[in-house]
């Protein structure tokens, strides 16, 4: 299998809905008020079926409000997650924490911020 973290020369293009998701991030809401974030990592895999044809796929790491990291989730076709975030939310039930599980509204930060936030919240490429 072959992975495409980051774009390179060499990684195949994606849908641009898909764009966002590349070293993405959006604040997490929950009746309203800030709980946490979700950020999300762009690549692509092959695999031994299909070695000529990558497919996206996207990793993602909540961070909670009082700083509490949650491990790495991955989604990948036909979406799941992505799906949802496509749409507004995230129903989070993946967690270490029950209490926090349940529906959230995502807002994507700017790409221009995304960077910056994702280092004031600790969030580096070893997290994906």
Same mark, same amino acid.
């Given at each position: 299998m072959r992975i495409w973290p980051r774009?390179?020369?060499d990684a195949p293009a994606v849908e641009p809905e898909l764009e966002r998701f590349r070293d993405g991030l959006a604040v997490l809401l929950r009746d309203g008020r800030p709980a946490g974030h979700v950020a !999300?990592?762009?690549g692509h895999f092959t695999t031994p079926f299909a070695p000529r044809t990558p497919r996206p796929w996207v990793w993602m790491v909540v961070v909670w409000a009082d700083g509490t990291k949650e491990p790495s989730v991955e989604d990948y076709p036909p979406w799941s997650y992505v799906a949802d975030m496509r749409d507004g939310f995230l129903d989070w039930q993946d967690g270490r924490d029950r209490q926090r599980s349940g529906h959230y509204e995502?807002?994507?930060? !700017?790409?221009e911020r995304a960077l910056a936030e994702r280092e004031r919240l600790g969030i580096h490429l070893r997290d994906f």
């Open positions: 774009r390179t020369a !999300t990592s762009l995502i807002q994507w930060v !700017t790409h």
